[in-house]
């Protein structure tokens, strides 16, 4: 958040429920490889619940070799900083 304060632009709250979901991410990239063939990074495998989400935060996931970010519209309600 350095990077953005010294634009001068607000800091993004963490958010625990999107590195959460960032985390699931990675894990499910590392293990299910949706990207490779018709997929990108992006992409989630048919292999979990997964469902789409939306919050004014950030979010870090990291599993073996791949890290993902999360950025959303909503404020987090699980953020304890609100």
């Not at 800091?11 to 997929?39: K, M």
């Not at 990074?41 to 292999?47: A, E, I, K, V």
């Not at 919050?55 to 909503?74: N, Q």
Request: hydrophobic letters at 35%; proline letters at 11%.
């Amino acid at each position: 958040m350095d990077y953005r304060k010294s634009l001068g632009l607000p800091a993004i709250p963490f958010s625990p429920s999107l590195t959460f979901v960032a985390q699931l991410h990675a894990r499910d990239l590392e293990i299910n490889r949706p990207h490779c063939g018709p997929g990108n990074m992006h992409s989630w495998s048919d292999r979990g619940p997964w469902s789409r989400s939306a919050w004014r935060s950030i979010g870090v996931g990291i599993y073996g070799s791949y890290a993902v970010v999360w950025f959303g519209r909503e404020p987090d309600p699980l953020n304890p900083e609100k």
